[in-house]
């Protein structure tokens, strides 16, 4: 198994300290823009978010710009209070995949600017989203009767 295997299974397995130690270890050798965005998820999932952000960025940088990291930038300077920093990585990542989760990261930034009317028309995306699960749907509803 090599280094990144390892990593990857000890990312898998919530042990993600640890795989953020191998994600560094092997960016030491190789700059591989997926590097950068495994290690930005071991710190996502440790609350990291300064950091995460630092290396999806990136990734970004290096040519790497997939709906799931630009969502994931979307999301992370969302939940930080960075909402004009989070919009236009939002707008990517739904022009490059419209689906619920990537319209929901969407609505949430477009709700802390108080851009009402493009909440609520992403939140009911995701509530008549097929995919979405109930428990999500239903706090979305929620959302939806609040803003409106």
Sequence with gaps: MTLLGIANSLYGD???EMAEVLYSELLQYDSD?????????????L???AA???????AVGLG??????LNNLCWDFG?????ELALPYCEQAVAADPSAVYLDSRGVVYAQLEMI???????QGVVDDAGTPATIASQRQE???MLE
């Design 14 to 16: 919530g042990a993600y």
């Design 117 to 123: 009317p493009e909440a609520i028309a992403d939140f």
């Design 33 to 45: 823009p997926m590097l950068y965005a495994y290690r930005a998820d071991a710190y996502d999932k």
């Design 47 to 49: 609350g990291d978010f």
């Design 143 to 145: 959302w939806l009767a």
């Design 52 to 58: 995460a952000i630092a290396d999806y960025q990136t």
């Design 64 to 69: 790497m710009a997939d709906a799931t990291i």
């Design 79 to 83: 939940i930080t209070g960075q909402a």
